[in-house]
């Protein structure tokens, strides 16, 4: 007999498709006919729906149900502009005291990264890409700037999935390594004004933002 998925296993096959592009903008999320599809109950796919809904991934509106995010130019505008105003705060209490280990680290990310998008897979090149500014809001040890950093992040990785990819050539726009680099030295030999405009440039490289 077929094992039951796990509320984490529909809820990691839901955020890949939504990541990847494959649920289209604004479409409606059936929590019946998605329950059926993956062999839960309604209770169940009703769990993984709120999950997804509080991280950002789609909306949920009250008395008429679920739909895949459709972020317009005007979201687009204020997630990018709390992004430069939260991180480039991020980059300035970090300049002073980021270890040669975090350091490390985020190199180690970025390669990941890097590999993701050399092998194709747009899902976890977004996941990654976000999840990088997650972990340089870790590092502040601040538990309000890592929430905000959740949801600015889950925000952004909807905004790339539904709005910055080619349909066609499927190319992302993403942080080039000179921009982490830049970043990784000016942090390590404490320039501050620096680091901070560095960072800026790696979140506004996040596509080709034009406004």
């Known amino acids: 007999m077929k094992r039951a998925l796990t ?14 592009g494959r649920l289209g903008p ?7 006919r998605l329950a059926a599809l993956f062999g839960v109950s309604r209770e169940r796919m009703r769990n993984v729906l ?14 008429r149900g679920a739909f895949v995010a459709n972020p317009g130019l005007r979201d ?17 209490g970090l300049a002073a005291r980021l270890s040669g280990d975090q350091l490390a680290a985020l190199r180690r990310h970025f390669a990941e990264e890097q590999r993701a998008h050399r092998h194709g897979n747009r899902a976890d090149a977004i996941r990654l890409s ?25 925000r952004t990785s909807m ?10 050539t499927r190319e992302p726009f993403f942080r080039s390594p000179f921009t982490l680099v830049s970043l990784s030295r000016a942090i390590s030999h404490f320039s501050l004004p620096f680091s901070t405009t560095i960072l800026l440039s790696v979140t506004s490289s996040t596509g080709p933002v034009t406004w």
């Open 26 to 32: 604004g479409a409606k999320l059936a929590e019946e």
């Open 50 to 63: 709120h999950r997804l809904g509080h991280e950002r991934l789609i909306d949920v509106v009250r008395n």
């Open 7 to 20: 509320e984490a296993e529909i809820y990691e096959i839901m955020a890949e498709a939504l990541l990847s």
């Open 130 to 154: 976000g999840a990088f500014h997650v972990v340089l809001a870790e590092m502040t040890d601040n538990p309000l700037i890592v929430r905000q950093m959740h949801e600015l992040v889950s």
């Open 159 to 168: 905004l790339v999935a539904v709005m910055l990819y080619s349909t066609v």
């Open 76 to 92: 687009a505008r204020e997630i990018y502009e709390a992004r430069r105003i939260v991180e480039g705060g991020i980059a300035w």
